[in-house]
């Protein structure tokens, strides 16, 4: 009887853990992001007709205490200040999604570890997040899913497009492109490596969310899709379990 109480005591705090594990941020709070994004700010791409400025991955100095973090702007059209690294109200909605979100983070999850400080490849990968929830049309196997590569050759001129899409940008910056077909031929290659559900066996983490940015007036300024860290409480509870299971260790001796 002993015995199965104390495999009934293990069992809940291993339940405990892992549920600390993969707890999520508070709905709300305040974001910290660093001024220094990996990317650079003179990339020109266009959606739907619309010149666009900059891209790159973010560092998030802090949200709500969490810890440092990465994310990714989730609009295209949509600038995102970032002067002396700016805090911003921000809501964690749980209704909000960003289209073929699977795919991005699928991206996420595959790539944002090879960024590190490597500016190319930071401005690429968030291109490539663009072009995905943009373009990607998970029926359309027989042309890449609708996932663009070279699609603005040397100018903006419309009659230079080839693209299929509402997304693009002016290819040939530092090595950009290399990432970008880097990140593009690995999702379609995944992609087709599971063509009955292209992707839908892929495993998603749920290690990211989405929020909703509002400048100090509360006005909507922009969407970003950030890596989860765990909370501040997440790492209490993981200690007290530890504790527990060394205390039943001492009871157990």
């Given amino acids: 009887m002993k015995k199965n109480y104390t495999l009934i005591q293990s069992?809940?705090?291993?339940?405990?853990?892992?549920?600390?594990?993969?707890?999520?941020?508070?709905?709300?709070?305040?974001?910290?992001?660093?001024?220094?994004?990996?990317?650079?700010?003179?990339?020109?791409s266009e959606y739907d007709k619309s010149k666009v400025n900059g891209a790159g991955m973010?560092?998030?100095?802090?949200?709500n205490g969490y810890g440092q973090t990465f994310a990714f702007c989730v609009q295209p059209d949509l600038s995102?200040?970032?002067?002396?690294?700016?805090?911003?109200?921000?809501?964690?909605?749980?209704?909000?999604?960003?289209?073929?979100?699977?795919?991005?983070?699928?991206?996420?999850?595959?790539?944002?570890?090879?960024?590190g400080a490597n500016a190319s490849a930071g401005a690429a990968l968030q291109l490539a997040i663009w072009e995905?929830?943009?373009?990607?049309?998970?029926?359309?196997?027989?042309?890449?899913?609708?996932?663009?590569?070279?699609?603005?050759?040397?100018?903006w001129n419309a009659n230079n497009y080839s693209g299929s899409g509402k997304f693009s940008y002016l290819r040939s910056i530092d090595n950009i492109d290399a990432w970008y077909d880097y990140y593009i031929?690995?999702?379609?290659?995944?992609?087709?490596?599971?063509?009955?559900s292209h992707l839908y066996k892929y495993q998603r983490t749920g290690n990211y969310f989405i929020a909703d940015l509002k400048d100090a007036n509360g006005q909507d300024?922009?969407?970003?899709?950030?890596?989860?860290?765990?909370?501040?409480?997440?790492?209490?509870?993981?200690?007290?379990?530890?504790?527990?299971f060394g205390v039943m260790g001492r009871k157990k001796a």
Wanted: net charge negative.
């Fill in 11 to 44: 069992l809940f705090l291993s339940f405990l853990l892992i549920g600390c594990l993969f707890s999520l941020p508070v709905n709300a709070g305040t974001i910290q992001i660093d001024s220094d994004i990996i990317g650079y700010g003179s990339i020109e």
């Fill in 132 to 155: 995905v929830m943009t373009d990607l049309d998970y029926i359309d196997d027989t042309n890449d899913y609708d996932l663009d590569y070279v699609v603005w050759a040397s100018s």
């Fill in 221 to 244: 300024i922009q969407n970003i899709i950030i890596e989860v860290v765990p909370e501040p409480s997440t790492a209490l509870l993981f200690a007290l379990g530890l504790l527990g």
């Fill in 58 to 63: 973010m560092t998030i100095l802090d949200y």
């Fill in 185 to 196: 031929t690995g999702l379609v290659t995944a992609m087709d490596a599971d063509q009955n």
């Fill in 80 to 115: 995102l200040p970032l002067a002396n690294d700016p805090r911003y109200d921000y809501i964690n909605d749980t209704s909000l999604t960003i289209s073929n979100q699977v795919y991005v983070e699928w991206l996420l999850d595959s790539y944002a570890g090879d960024v």
